[in-house]
Structure formats: structure tokens, C-alpha cells
């Protein structure tokens, strides 16, 4: 078996950013879907990515997944990672997987040793629309009655900046407890920082807000910085996450030896794709460390591969579900996945158990953002 062709799409779901989907055809007639990771300002440069790979996807053998991933960081490359070449890469590797699950007729999670879970928690993102106070109050009143255990937020107000005055520290407090009051006792609130405070601000937050009982408080400062990000979290009294910002396992490898986090929150349409992901997993498990995949993707293609990967990992407690995405999902997806109180059943269908029509990608093109001045 020998793949015959590469296609993407850039897809706009009228909300947060274009989603990247990708294609896998084989001589054989057997295709498989991936989904790369992208930013609002960073699609174009994934897709990009892709082409350029497709001469080094083409006549290549579906199933040796392992040297594709290896070959493309050392000669395609040249061992050196970013987020646009790592994202192009997740994608045709969940492509590859899925291709191998339907030539086996088996679930990837199967070809992955098997599952640990064949259901998987979800938490809720996406829903609280940088709204604060009342309103997004009721906003996370509003996931609780849609069955959701588990919600996750930014409480910060503003732009991202690194350093932050007193009453940008006090409002995202008072944002945090007005949500805990929302939801009541019952339900595990996610705190969001988006790595973008000093150690200093940090740590007085978090101080701030143990009260209101975070499930857990996600990258306080630059994962860039792992020394900072072990003092702030010897510092507080909280279960620290990082990741989403690291890709492959070289970049995890200083988290764990200098335990830097609790929770672990790779991405697996950017971090490498499944097995990295599952690779990652495994380090992370004789640290004691938890993994909790981001997936700020689809409900459909990366919501499938993260929770195969997921599914093989002892140490996976829950991941991401994007609820702003779900209409597409239901649009583009032949069969979409839909949570049911929180959790997500694996499917026992050969590859990811996922299929997108071809003919719906093309009612939601690519749409540029609109000009900005900083």
C-alpha cells in the first residue's frame, strides 16, 4: 500500500478560529482523516506546512507511522520544532493511524495496546466568551445544566500581558468565586491562565482563589520558563498544568525532572500526534504525573484522536470538548460524537471512528480575521 495523495481544508465554524483538516489517500482506496492544530493568525502557515510535506508523504507506506514522524523531524526538519511544523505533522499522523485502524479493522486504540478507559471525561471550553461577572455567571450555569461536571475558564479581564495591575488582580478573583457560586460544591471548575503572568502575579492569585477549590490553575507563567514554573508552583497550594505550548516529548522531558507541573495538557494535533502524545503519557506516569490532553480542535477529528490516545493512558483523568464548535461538528461530521453527562464513549469502529463529508467542508471556507493594530 502506497499513499497516493494529501489534501486539506481550512474550515471556519462562524467562531474562534479556521480549523485545519486533512486527508490521506492510499492506492488502495483506503483514506484516512486528520487535524492539525491552528491559531487565529496561524493557519495559513500550517496549510503551508502540509504541501510542503506532500512530496515527502507521497509513495510513502501508510503504516510506518513511527518512521514517517522520525524521517520529517530529521530530514524535513532538520531537528528543529515549531508549532506550524509540528501541527502539519499531528495531522497526517492521525491520518496514518486511522488508515492503519481500517486495514485492521480495529480501533487505533486497540493497535495502541488497548483501553484503560472506554469512556472518557470531558470538560467544557469555549462557552464563557471572555464574559465576566453576571454574565458569565450564568454562562457557566448555563454548561451545568447541560450535563457538564467539569467547566474550565480564563477569569482574566483584558488583554494578555505579563504584568497586571491590582485591580486586574482583584476582578479575576472576584471572576473565579462568582463561578464557583454559579455552579455550586458538585462541579470542578478549571482555571486558565494562558501563561501570561509574572511569577509574582501568579502566586498572589492563586493564594487569592484556594478557596474556591480549582480543580486545577493551567499555566501561570511561560512554560518557556520551567524554573519559574516550579517556584510558582512550590509557591501555591494548587495542582499546577502545563503544556499545551510544548511539542514532542523533548520538549516534556525538563517538566517532569524538574517538576514543574502536576498535570500535563499536550495537544495531540500539534504536539506530534498519537503516539507522541502517547509517548508523552508514559513519561509523564513514573513522575506521578497526570495527563489531561488540551484539545482546542473540533469535536470531531481531534476530539477522536485525543480520545484514542487518552484511552491507552492510566493516567488520563479528562480533556478538553470545544461546545462553540459542536454546530459545525454536526454539520461536517457523518456520524458526530455527542458528550453524554461529561463522558464520551470510545467507539469499537476500525481507525479513529470518525468520518467527515467531503461535500459539507465547503459551505464553511476559510475566512481571514480582520486587520489589527497593537
Known sequence: MKI???RHWLVHPGTGKNLCFVKVETDEGIHG???CYTQSDRDRQVTAHLDALTRYVIGRDPLRI?????????DFAARRLAMDYTSAVSGIEQALWDIAGKVAGLPVATLLGGAVHESLRVYANGWSGGKGGVELADRARAMVERGFDAIKFDPVPGPWRTFIDRETERRTVENVYAVREAVGDDV???VEM?????PMHAAR???AIVDAQPFWYEEPVLAENLDALAETRDAIRLPVVTGEALYTKFEFRAVFEKRAADIINPDVCNVGGILELKEIGAMAEPYFVAVS????NSTTVGLAATAHAGAVMPNFILTEYFVNFEPLAEAIAVAPWRPDRSRITLPDAPGLGIELDESRLAAYPYQPFPARSI
Open 4 to 6: 497516493t495523495n494529501l
Open 33 to 35: 482523516w486528520g487535524e
Open 66 to 74: 513511527k518512521d514517517f514522524t522520525t524521517k520529517m523531524f530529521d
Open 188 to 190: 470542578d471548575i478549571l
Open 194 to 198: 494562558h501563561r501570561r503572568l509574572a
Open 205 to 207: 492569585i492563586a493564594h
Open 293 to 296: 490532553p488540551h484539545n482546542y
